[in-house]
């Protein structure tokens, strides 16, 4: 089983920028997508960006144009760069396949977006 530990999160301003990274105990290169969630309290974890083995993306509309998915199979790390944050993304953030696989969902990492 391939584990993940998600970094990067923190106290952003509106508006600001986080790069978020998700590191693999294993090789993700056998893993055809994958992709970046976040959970707010209360909520259901909800996809935020997709990428495929090919560089295909996939973004919720909540996100698109200001997130950006991103994979490096040699260092075995996912990226999400986020940009003009808003308030509405806060929320613990996590990296799994996509499908997400339940046994390897890491701690996540907390992004909190306030004045």
């Known amino acids: 089983q391939v584990q993940f530990v998600e970094s990067g999160g923190g106290l952003v301003q509106p508006g600001g920028s986080l790069r978020l990274s998700c590191g693999a105990s294993g090789s993700i290169s056998g893993i055809y997508s994958m992709g970046w969630y976040r959970q707010t309290p209360g909520k259901q974890r909800d996809l935020v960006a997709r990428l495929n083995r090919v560089g295909v993306t996939s973004y919720a509309d909540f996100v698109r144009g200001r997130f950006t998915i991103s994979r490096d199979n040699v260092k075995k790390t996912v990226y999400l760069q986020m940009n003009d944050l808003k308030p509405e993304d806060t929320a613990v953030y996590y990296c799994?396949?996509?499908?997400?696989?339940?046994?390897?969902w890491g701690q996540g990492t907390q992004v909190t977006v306030s004045s």
């Open positions: 799994n396949a996509a499908p997400p696989v339940v046994d390897n």
